[in-house]
T-cell receptor
Framework: AQSVTQLGSHVSVSEGALVLLRCNYSSSVPPYLFWYVQYPNQGLQLLLK??????LVKGINGFEAEFKKSETSFHLTKPSAHMSDAAEYFCAVSGPWGYSTLTFGKGTMLLVSP | DGGITQSPKYLFRKEGQNVTLSCEQNLNHDAMYWYRQDPGQGLRLIYYSQIVNDFQKGDIAEGYSVSREKKESFPLTVTSAQKNPTAFYLC???????????FGQGTRLTVV
């Protein structure tokens, strides 16, 4: 069965600081992994995805994530936070009903202070 | 521009009433999905459809119904059997089974 654990429902950083959002998953098959961002009362926007190949994935807005199979992790990072990064972030793993159905984590709210 | 349109953005329903949420896409995507979002709970899959006239239950289908009569449309009906329908509902679509999902802007349903 698929599951996703996001460590920390809220993460606070200062503008310019490193952003690290943690995601661990379990999957019964080789996973596809995703990070989505959601601004208040809006839909989800894809930040980046891992399917196969290179384990370091670069996405939009300066975000990147590294797939580590041995640790079953897919942590999201950004070297320098910007005020506009304040939003809720969701990690998701493919399945259980095919690769396009998704199992989501509970989300991490990123707060950025000046 | 191509995308997914959900309507209405806000919806109020009295207890005991059925209500239908609209989802339309012009991306020519084969598959469509409905997710429910509750605060602090992430998103959970309600129903999905990979082709016209076919759909499958997800994690939390009880109290919901769907139809897929056209490729571009996947309406969700929240029935009176759904005990706690107040939530944010998100529709998504994918080109096929193995591509990433594109999401609509959501419908916030409140039972009054």
């Amino acid at each position: 069965a698929q599951s996703v654990t996001q460590l920390g429902s809220h993460v606070s950083v200062s503008e310019g600081a490193l952003v690290l959002l943690r995601c661990n998953y379990s999957s019964s098959v080789p996973p596809y992994l995703f990070w989505y961002v959601q601004y208040p009362n809006q839909g989800l926007q894809l930040l980046l995805k891992y399917t196969t190949g290179a384990t370091l994935v670069k996405g939009i807005n300066g975000f990147e994530a590294e797939f580590k199979k041995s640790e079953t992790s897919f942590h999201l990072t950004k070297p320098s936070a910007h005020m506009s990064d304040a939003a809720e972030y969701f990690c998701a793993v493919s399945g259980p009903w095919g690769y396009s159905t998704l199992t989501f984590g509970k989300g991490t709210m990123l707060l950025v202070s000046p | 521009d191509g995308g997914i349109t959900q309507s209405p953005k806000y919806l109020f329903r009295k207890e005991g009433q059925n209500v239908t949420l609209s989802c339309e896409q012009n991306l020519n995507h084969d598959a469509m999905y409905w997710y429910r979002q509750d605060p602090g709970q992430g998103l959970r899959l309600i129903y999905y459809s990979q082709i016209v006239n076919d759909f499958q239950k997800g994690d939390i289908a009880e109290g919901y119904s769907v139809s897929r009569e056209k490729k571009e449309s996947f309406p969700l009906t929240v029935t009176s059997a759904q005990k706690n329908p107040t939530a944010f509902y998100l529709c998504a679509s994918t080109l096929d089974r193995d591509t990433e999902a594109f999401f609509g802007q959501g419908t916030r349903l409140t039972v009054v």
